[in-house]
């Protein structure tokens, strides 16, 4: 769910602020009786599983926005602050060996605490941005926009949480330029170019941490829990991908339709486990 509520602060200047949730409860449950055809051939008693999972996200967006339109020039600005939070838990125990199955996988007390397993876990992220975008055009023949984001992770290192990512974009749109207002021929012509950087955070939970994991081995011919330390990247920080377009619409007596792209793309930075 999710509520809104929009203000016009001017004239011209707009204000909306939006909150939602969304919110995943799972409950899984499994009991295999006693008397189905395998478990009486094996050993004669049930198995079962109990479980449930939750993940909840969180989100907040306000925007404030400026348009405005003068003569021959059109103008807008927008503000935008966004925070998003995610956390995810989930427990789960199974089991073999009930030896009655009236009360099934509800009461895990009765099964073989040799073939009990259990699992549990819970992690989450937050993600914060600020972004600005500014748009002009005049007699809509010449455009730009410009955007600049600086976004917050919290899966990256100390020092490298935040990060920044402009890009801007032009565009000419010939076609209406008095030279070929009324041609009959080229009925659209638009060249258009942009630069602009973007930002990846898809690498996981906690990876700039080192972090303590369990493992089993063998002491003295008996099964031990231990713990090993995994590797933190305190200098983890966001992947980036720079690319350069070029390229232009033509439209022929309004029937044949040309569209025609070049394009670079360069990633560095890349988030990837060595």
Known sequence: GDIYAEFQLLKNLKFKTTWGADINNIRKYSYTSSQT???????GTGAGNNAYHRNITKLTENMLTYNNTWGNHRFSATGVYS?????????SISGKGFQNDETGAWDMGLADRETMSYASGKYG??????????????KDRYLMTATARYDGSSRFGTNNKWGFFPSV???????????LANNKVITNLKLRGSYGITGNQEI???????QLKSKNYIYNDALMQGF???????????????????????????????NVD??????SDLLYDV
């Not at 055809?37 to 050993?43: L, R, V, Y």
């Open 125 to 138: 992220n937050t993600l914060i941005s600020f972004t600005g975008r500014f748009t002009y055009a005049y």
């Open 37 to 43: 055809a395998t478990n009486i051939a094996t050993n």
């Open 83 to 91: 925070w998003q939070d995610y956390v995810y838990e989930n427990l």
């Open 228 to 258: 090993y330390e995994t590797i933190g990247n305190p200098d983890l920080k966001w992947e980036r991908t720079k690319q350069f377009d070029l390229g232009f619409d033509l439209s022929l007596w309004n029937r044949i339709h040309l």
């Open 169 to 179: 974009g032009l565009g000419w749109r010939i076609s209406e330029e008095t030279f």
């Open 262 to 267: 070049y394009y670079s793309r360069r990633t």
């Open 204 to 210: 996981g939970n906690y990876k700039s941490l080192a």
